[in-house]
Nanobody
Framework: QVQLVESGGGLVQAGGSLRLSCAASGRTLRTYMMGWFRQTPGKERELVAATPWIGDYTYYTDSVQGRFTISTNTAVNTVYLQMNSLKPEDTAVYYC???????????WGQGTQVTVSS
């Protein structure tokens, strides 16, 4: 079992930056795939970025490629999502998730709101 707590959301102007953090706890973190999802009202949750807890592979959805960076810090058991050049369409609740693979995210944080004003 993995517990996830997000932080770092807020209000930012278009073109600005935010860094989301996800503090993770659990005995088997090293075997997990970590992901950041986002969701807006009336839409399905979307996988934004993913990376294994240990490893170099990263995935980004097309709309954030080149603007967002996912990373892990195993020393402090934290996953980050650095978001640059933010756009109003990035406005959403962002969720941290952990799972056995990119097709099977099983553990979720409570979510953090990101609002980008134009």
């Amino acid at each position: 079992q993995v517990q996830l707590v997000e932080s770092g959301g807020g209000l930012v102007q278009a073109g600005g930056s935010l860094r989301l953090s996800c503090a993770a706890s659990g005995r088997t973190l090293r075997t997990y795939m970590m992901g950041w999802f986002r969701q807006t009202p009336g839409k399905e949750r979307e996988l934004v970025a993913a990376t294994p807890w240990i490893g170099d592979y990263t995935y980004y959805t097309d709309s954030v490629q080149g603007r967002f960076t996912i990373s892990t810090n195993t020393a402090v058991n934290t996953v980050y999502l650095q978001m640059n050049s933010l756009k109003p369409e990035d406005t959403a609740v962002y969720y941290c998730a952990a799972g056995s693979s990119m097709a099977n995210f099983q553990q979720w944080g409570q979510g953090t709101q990101v609002t980008v004003s134009s």
